[in-house]
C-alpha cells in the first residue's frame, strides 16, 4: 500500500520532486486507482487458453524426438483422440489462467489518495497514512515506497498501476512525490558479517536471503523485511543481492 506526505528532510539534498501548488488541505476531494480487474483476469485466461491449445503439439514435437525427458506423459496426453485433446489442453488452461487471474486480483494495489491522507489497500488488508506521517513517495523499480520524516519506510508495495498516472494524482492533492529514493546513497550491500548493522539484523538478513533463494519463500523474505525495519534497518533489494541503511534518530 502506500501514500505521501510534504515534509522536508533534514539537512540531507533535497530530492527531486514534484509538488502541488501551496494550499490548505480538503477532505472531500478524493482519486481512487486501481488495476481492473476483468482486464487482468481475461489477460491470463487468454494465455491460459493459448498454452492449452500449444501443449497437444508441444508434447507431440516432444514424441518425435529421438531422446527427451517425460515421454512417458506426452504418449499418455496424446493418446487422447481428437478434438478431446485439444479442447481438454484448451479448458484446462482457461481454468489455471482464471484461477492465476484471480490471485493476481487479490494481490494487486489499489491506491485512494485524497489531500488529508494516502490510502493503500492489497491482499485484504489497508494502510491509511495521514498527510502528517509522510514525507515522500517514490518508484524503486516495480515497487511504490513510502518514507516517513525521520527516513523509515512506511510501506513497499509492488504496484502495476500507470505510474505518470499515479504520480501526477500524488501530486494534484499536495503531496510529494520523487524521482528517486533521497536515501538512496546511503545504501551498503549486505554481505554475512557486515559491520554496522544494529544486534540481530545480520542473521535476520541471512535468513531473508536464504528466504529470497526459495520458490515459496517470498511471504517470509516479507515478513523479515518487517522485522527489520522495527531494528531501525531499511532493505531494498537489486536481483539477488541485498542492500541496506540504518535510520538514524
Known amino acids: 500500500m502506500e501514500e505521501a506526505r510534504n515534509v522536508t528532510m533534514g539537512k540531507r539534498p533535497e530530492p527531486q520532486v514534484s509538488m502541488a501548488g501551496s494550499r490548505e488541505p480538503q477532505a ?18 487468454a494465455c491460459g487458453a493459448v498454452a492449452g491449445a500449444l501443449l ?8 518425435s524426438l529421438r531422446w ?5 506423459p506426452a504418449e499418455l496426453l496424446t493418446s487422447v483422440p481428437e478434438p478431446a485433446l485439444t479442447l481438454g489442453t484448451i479448458a484446462v488452461g482457461v481454468l489455471g489462467g482464471l484461477l492465476l487471474g484471480l ?9 485512494r489518495v485524497a489531500d488529508t491522507h494516502v490510502t493503500l489497500t492489497i491482499r485484504d488488508g489497508s494502510q491509511e497514512f495521514a498527510r502528517e506521517e509522510i514525507s515522500v513517495l517514490f518508484r524503486d523499480g516495480k515497487h511504490l515506497v513510502v518514507l516517513a ?3 523509515m519506510e512506511l510501506a513497499r508495495e509492488h504496484c502495476g498501476l ?7 494524482a500524488l501530486t494534484e492533492h499536495g503531496h510529494t512525490w520523487a524521482r528517486e529514493d ?11 558479517g557486515t559491520p554496522g548493522l544494529p544486534p540481530g539484523a545480520d542473521a535476520l538478513l541471512r535468513a531473508r536471503a536464504k528466504a529470497r533463494k526459495d520458490g515459496d519463500g517470498a511471504e517470509e523474505a516479507r515478513e523479515l523485511r518487517g522485522e527489520l525495519l522495527r531494528l531501525g534497518v531499511v532493505v531494498r533489494d537489486e536481483d539477488k543481492r541485498q542492500f541496506w541503511r540504518v535510520v538514524s534518530g
Open 68 to 72: 527427451a525427458p517425460l515421454k512417458g
Open 103 to 111: 490471485s493476481a486480483v487479490h494481490d494487486s494495489l489499489s491506491v
Open 149 to 151: 520524516p525521520s527516513g
Open 162 to 168: 500507470p505510474w505518470r498516472r499515479l504520480a501526477d
Open 182 to 192: 533521497p536515501y538512496r546513497a546511503e545504501f551498503r550491500r549486505w554481505a554475512p
Open 56 to 63: 497437444p503439439f508441444l508434447a507431440r514435437l516432444l514424441l
Open 28 to 45: 472531500g476531494r478524493v482519486t481512487e486507482l486501481a488495476e481492473s480487474a476483468w482486464v487482468i483476469v481475461l489477460f491470463c485466461v
